[in-house]
């Protein structure tokens, strides 16, 4: 280039800068100024606040927004959910794909210290962790009945949520959208997404640039979720031939709200050969102690319910360490979920420490520096709030189905090492569909020589993915792969 290589480069800079360079209109004392712990600029724009739902004094659901690094007037938008029911899409920025990483400081409880995520979605995508319903994280509402919801009015109320977003954010309406979310995230997903397209079939203004949706290691179906489980832990290797053989005989394939006593008997063998696992990734550690427990608030629920005899023999008790993402349920047609019977009175779910979180997200300059409300408004922040809660949506395959047939670009993912919603329940419903096999099962890779898990693609824009050694949150255990998987998937490139 020689004499002109200055000039040049000064040229390609501004091209570079301008096509960064976006006006944002969020309301005012959104920005985010600095986070707390962090020694380095962030690399993008931050955003957070409360958006309300249902009135003055209503449900404000509480937002984070990250503006993407890349070229954030034309990269995705993405709107992240996380499980529960109850659990804080905050807890997927801090231990999953936000911008930055927390790394836990002696003694126990000090403020952690902060650097910047190389692998965070933020790197590809404009993002929103958002706390729904209301009662997790920071979200909160006036009226104590609100703490009672169930998945058709959580869908209703993300929906209002996104409606209102996007005017405080109209810059970004023409980029494309995708919703995504993980566990219970399962439901939140599709039932949101079919909110969203039923607004924009009836031209509700403003129009969302609506593409596809992704779950990760998602509730989907009833059947298929709770029955891959002893089949799963075979071929892992985790019961031997002889107790899953007796289980298939006595079971009938149906291993949950069995009323079958010798049926009862072989599966309760089976939890207590498996008790001592880490079930969110059967690899890793499981320390059953206080110090890796997480602890659950009870105080959104109801007195009647937190220690009430008949509460708990209405409800089937079962391992703790299935956690957030198995939600009991009661017979009938509009099944109460109460997902923490056990826990309510422990106070703890087994092998997940929460501790970062925990002490960061209630330290006072940091609820400050996000703009959330304090402990007397909003509560004390916890990973897990237990909702009292009504599963009354059914199987999310239907949604599925009809999504997919609109064109809805959709990604069903799995870390392979899951137990608590295995792979072999996620693949077995997908398959399920009926949809043509369009890209056979094979590899896929993070790198040229390294095998990072595999795909099958389906025929109406349906792909099933595994992540290989991942477990229940992809992106904490494999988050150079997860990166890969997400940019890849958003471009419209084969995974």
């Not at 706390?131 to 058709?152: F, H, I, L």
């Not at 394939?253 to 001592?276: H, I, M, P, R």
């Not at 008790?317 to 956690?323: A, E, F, I, K, P």
């Not at 790198?447 to 099958?456: F, K, L």
């Amino acid at each position: 280039m020689g004499n002109n290589a200055p000039l040049f480069i000064t040229t390609l800079s501004i091209y570079v800068l301008l096509r960064l360079a976006l006006t944002i209109s969020a309301p005012e004392g959104a920005l985010i100024e600095q986070l707390p712990g962090l020694n380095a600029t962030l690399p993008s724009k931050h955003y957070s606040g409360y958006v309300s739902v249902s009135g003055t004094n209503g449900k404000k659901l509480f937002y984070y927004f990250v503006v993407s690094e890349r070229n954030p007037s034309e990269d995705p938008v993405v709107l992240f959910l996380e499980g529960g029911q109850g659990c804080s899409g905050m807890a997927a920025f801090i231990y999953q794909h936000g911008p930055v990483n927390f790394k836990k400081v002696k003694p126990r409880g000090s403020m952690p210290k902060l650097h910047l995520n190389k692998y965070s979605w933020s790197k590809v995508s404009n993002i929103i962790y958002l706390d729904s319903p209301a009662g997790a994280g920071y979200s909160y509402s006036g009226n104590e009945s609100d703490y009672s919801t169930g998945d058709r009015q959580t869908a209703l109320d993300t929906y209002i949520f996104l409606f209102e977003w996007f005017k405080l954010y109209p810059e970004f309406l023409k980029n494309p959208f995708y919703i995504a979310g993980e566990s219970y995230g399962g439901v939140y997903v599709p039932t949101l997404a079919s909110e969203v397209v039923k607004g924009i079939g009836s031209n509700v203004k403003p129009m969302i640039n609506f593409k596809g949706y992704m779950v990760g290691n998602g509730i989907t179906n009833t059947k298929f979720d709770h029955s891959s489980v002893m089949s799963f832990a075979h071929g892992m290797g985790l019961i031997s031939d002889d107790l899953y053989q007796e289980i298939v005989a006595e079971c009938n394939g149906t291993y949950f709200n069995t009323f079958k006593s010798t049926c009862k008997s072989k599966v309760e063998k089976a939890n207590l050969v498996l008790e001592d696992l880490n079930r969110f990734n059967i690899l890793e550690p499981c320390n059953p102690g206080p110090e890796d427990s997480i602890k659950i608030s009870t105080a959104l629920v109801p007195e009647s319910l937190r220690k009430s005899e008949k509460t708990e023999r209405a409800l089937p008790v079962r391992d703790s360490r299935l956690g957030r993402a198995w939600p009991l349920r009661s017979r009938g047609r509009n099944r109460i979920v109460h997902t923490w019977p056990q826990l309510l009175q422990s106070g703890l779910i087994k092998c997940i420490d929460d501790e970062v979180a925990t002490t960061w997200l209630n330290n006072e300059a940091v609820r400050k520096a996000l703009h959330a409300e304090n402990e007397s408004v909003a509560g004390e922040w916890v990973l897990c709030s237990a909702l009292h809660y009504v599963s009354d949506s059914g199987s999310m395959i239907r949604y599925h189905k009809q999504l997919t047939y609109l064109g809805i670009r959709a990604l069903i993912y799995s870390g392979d090492h899951d137990m608590v919603v295995p792979f072999t329940g996620t693949q077995a419903w997908t398959r399920a569909i009926g949809y043509k096999i369009v890209d056979e099962w094979r590899p896929w890779y993070a790198d040229e020589h390294q095998v990072a898990g595999y795909n099958q693609g389906y025929d109406n824009n349906l792909t099933f993915l595994t992540i290989k050694g991942a477990g229940h949150t992809v992106a904490a255990d494999k988050p150079k792969e997860a990166l890969e998987f997400y940019s890849r998937w958003l471009e419209g490139k084969r995974i």
